[in-house]
C-alpha cells in the first residue's frame, strides 16, 4: 500500500534548528511536497522536490532521496511563528497526491 | 481578496439533512480538489475536477457527490449528513502545468449533531 511517514510532534527552542523527516512508499514517485499549515488554517505551500538534493529557500531548505524514499525539512533560525503543522506529500505514479498525517511543531521560548 | 474562497466558513448540522459547500476560485485554475482532515489523520481526497467535464471519486467519495459549475466553481453536497462527516473540509486548486503545486482555500468546518 501507499504510505507517508512522519513524527507526530516535535519541540524545538526558538534560534534553534530543527528537521523533520518523511519516509514514504508509493507506486511510483513524481515528486514531493511540503506544506505548512497553522492550527485552524489552510495549508499553504513551502517547497517541493523532484530530483535528490538539497533546495534551499531562506530559512527553510528540503532535501529528497529518491533511492531511500526519505525526505525532511530543515528549519533554521526558528521563530515562534514558525510553530504550526508541517505536512508531507508525495506524488505517485498517477499524478495521486498521497499526505501525511503532518508533524506537530512546538517552538519554546 | 483570496484567490480560493470557500462557504461556509463553520456550519452546524443535523443527521440526515443536506448540506452544500461551495468554492470558487480566481486563479484561472483548471484542477479543483475536495479534501476533508481529521484530527491526527492527513488530508483524505473526496473527489477531483480536472475540467468542467472531468470529474473523479477519490479515497472517500461515499456520501458525498460535487458539482463542478464552471471552471472557477466547485460545490461540495453531503446528501444526508451523519455525525461522522463532522472534519474541517478543505477546497483547493492546481494549475496542470509545471509542478501542479496545489493552493488552498480557508477551509469550512462542519459539525453534524
Known amino acids: ?109 | 481578496d483570496a484567490d480560493v474562497t470557500q462557504t461556509p466558513r463553520n456550519r452546524i448540522t443535523k443527521t440526515g439533512k443536506r448540506i452544500m459547500l461551495e468554492c470558487s476560485q480566481t486563479k484561472g485554475h483548471d484542477r479543483m480538489y475536495w479534501y476533508r482532515q481529521d484530527p491526527g489523520l492527513g488530508l483524505r481526497l473526496i473527489y477531483y475536477s480536472f475540467d468542467v467535464k472531468d470529474i473523479n471519486k477519490g479515497e472517500i467519495s461515499d456520501g458525498y457527490s460535487v458539482s463542478r459549475q464552471a471552471q472557477a466553481k466547485f460545490s461540495l453536497s453531503l446528501e444526508s449528513a451523519i455525525p461522522n462527516q463532522t472534519a474541517l473540509y478543505f477546497c483547493a486548486t492546481s494549475d496542470r502545468t509545471g509542478q501542479d503545486t496545489q493552493y488552498f482555500g480557508p477551509g469550512t468546518r462542519l459539525t453534524v449533531l
Open chain 1, 1 to 109: 500500500g501507499q504510505n507517508i511517514d512522519q513524527p507526530t510532534e516535535m519541540t524545538a527552542t526558538e534560534g534553534a534548528i530543527v528537521q523533520i523527516n518523511c519516509t514514504y512508499q508509493t507506486s511510483g514517485f513524481n515528486g514531493l511536497f511540503w506544506y505548512q499549515q497553522h492550527a485552524g488554517e489552510a495549508p499553504t505551500f513551502l517547497s517541493y522536490n523532484v530530483l535528490d538534493g538539497l533546495e534551499e529557500k531562506g530559512r527553510f531548505s528540503s532535501f529528497l532521496s529518491r533511492s531511500k524514499g526519505y525526505s525532511y525539512l530543515l528549519l533554521k533560525e526558528l521563530q515562534m511563528k514558525d510553530s504550526a503543522s508541517y505536512l508531507c506529500a508525495a506524488w505517485d505514479s498517477n499524478y495521486q497526491l498521497i499526505w501525511g498525517a503532518g508533524t506537530k511543531l512546538i517552538i519554546k521560548p
